[in-house]
């Protein structure tokens, strides 16, 4: 069974910084693209950031050039450094996984149980 595992969320004032990590865990073979999503409350899930398996990234507008994604392929973990946060950051953050632990199976996607980000107004 594979599990991820968020960490690194918490409440911080606008303007500071906040780095999130998510590990994955269990049976992996490969992992394919990895990424950040956000769900403020009474809003839909939505794409921060991805990753792929070669470091193309891709970002959300609304954190171009603040926030950074990365990996770690030898860790199975992905990253989101968060700079210069603002209050409509507030959110829950979960990572996301494209993870086969077989090279006969598929990709199966993953997720993790999320991570509060706080920035009070």
């Known amino acids: 069974q594979v599990q991820l595992v968020e960490s690194g969320g918490g409440l911080v004032q606008a303007g500071e910084s906040l780095r999130l990590s998510c590990a994955a865990s269990?049976?992996?073979?490969?992992?394919?693209?990895m990424g950040w999503y956000r769900q403020a409350p009474g809003k839909q899930r939505e794409l921060v950031a991805t990753?792929?398996?070669?470091?193309?990234?891709n970002y959300a507008d609304s954190v171009k050039g603040r926030f950074t994604i990365s990996r770690d392929n030898a860790k199975n973990t992905v990253y989101l450094q968060m700079n210069s946060l603002k209050p409509e950051d507030t959110a829950v953050y979960y990572c996301?996984?494209?993870?086969?632990?077989?090279?006969?199976?598929?990709?199966?996607?993953?997720w993790g149980q999320g991570t509060q980000v706080t920035v009070p107004s």
């Open positions: 990753i792929t398996s070669v470091g193309s990234t």
């Open positions: 996301n996984a494209e993870i086969t632990s077989s090279r006969f199976a598929a990709y199966k996607n993953y």
């Open positions: 269990g049976i992996i073979f490969s992992m394919n693209a």
